[in-house]
C-alpha cells in the first residue's frame, strides 16, 4: 500500500459546484491532450519553496521563480507553451501585493487559456522558526528582529492565496528529499517522464523513513560492524562491499530483489503510479543496507529507470550544518 508523504491537507473552500479544491492524495490532474499545466508554487519562507521549484524543474516543467506580478502580461505575449511551467511567487517580489497574487491564477486562465494551480508549501511556526535559527538566515520580513513576527506577517499576506490552494503540502515532518518525492507525486506527468525510483538505506534502530513503498532487511547479511578495519568504512567501500558479498546468501538475494523490483516497475508505471521509493534497512544503516542500495540504484540505472538514492545515517552523519529549506 503507497503510504502518503505529506499530511491530508485540512479542507480547502470549494468551487461553486460544491466539488473540493484538493484532490485525494497521490492522483494525478491530467492536462487536457495538447496542453500544459500552470503551477503557481507559494508559500511562507522556510516551508521549501525553492526545494519544490527544483522538483518541478527535474520534472520537466519550465521554472521561473520569482516572477513579479506585473511581468505576467509580458509572458503571457510570448511565444506558446512548449511545456507545463511552474512559476515561483514570493512575498519578497517588489510588486507583491496580496489581493493581486490571490487573483494570479484568474488572470493566467485569461491570459494563456489554461487554468492554473496553485501549490502552497505550509509549515508549522515552531518548525520555520527553527530552522531559521539553525540556518542563522534573518526572515525576510523581518530582518532586524525575532523570526516569529515574520512569520505572523507573511502569513496574513499569504492568507487569500492559501485558501484558493489547490494543494497543500505540510512540511513539517518532511526532510528536502521527502518535500521532493511529494512533489513528483503530484505533478508527475502520467505517461510522460518515466516512473521515478528512490532507494534508500536507513537504520532499524532510528525506525523506517517515511513514504517508503517497499522496504527491504538487510540484517541476515555478514555484518561488517564485527571487522575493526572495517568497522568505521561504509558500505561505498569496496573492501566493505566484498566483505558483504562473500555471504553466500548475497548472491541469490541480490538476484531475486533485482528481479522483483524491475517487474514491479512497469507495473507501477502503468497504473499510472509516478514515484516508487524502496527503502533497505540494517542495523546502523553505514554497511549492508548502503552497499545493497549502491549496487541497486546502479543495476536500476543501468536498465534505464530514473533513479535517486540516499543513505540516510550517512547524510546525518556527514551533516556539519542542517539542510538549507531554502525560501
Known sequence: MTRPLAPPPPPRPAHGDGSPRVPSEGS????????HRIVLVTGPSGAGRSTAI???EDLGYEVIDNLPLSFLPRLAKGPPLERSLALGLD???RDFRAQALARTPDRIAQMFGEP??????????AVLIRRFSETRRPHPLSPDGAPATGIEIERGLLAPIRARADIVIDTSRLSPHELRAAVERWFAPPGGRPLSVS????????GLPPGLDLVLDCRFLRNPHWDEALRPRDGRDPEVAAYVEADPRYAAFFSKLLDLVTMLLPAYREEGKAHLAIGLGCTGGQHRSVMVGERLAQALAEEGWRVSKRHRELEGRAEAAPAAWGK
Open 28 to 35: 494525478h490532474r491530467a492536462s487536457p491532450e495538447g496542453s
Open 54 to 56: 527544483r522538483a518541478l
Open 91 to 93: 512575498v519578497r517580489n
Open 116 to 125: 492554473a494551480e496553485i501549490l502552497f508549501l505550509d509549515c508549522d511556526d
Open 199 to 206: 532507494v534508500e538505506s536507513f537504520s532499524y534502530k532510528r
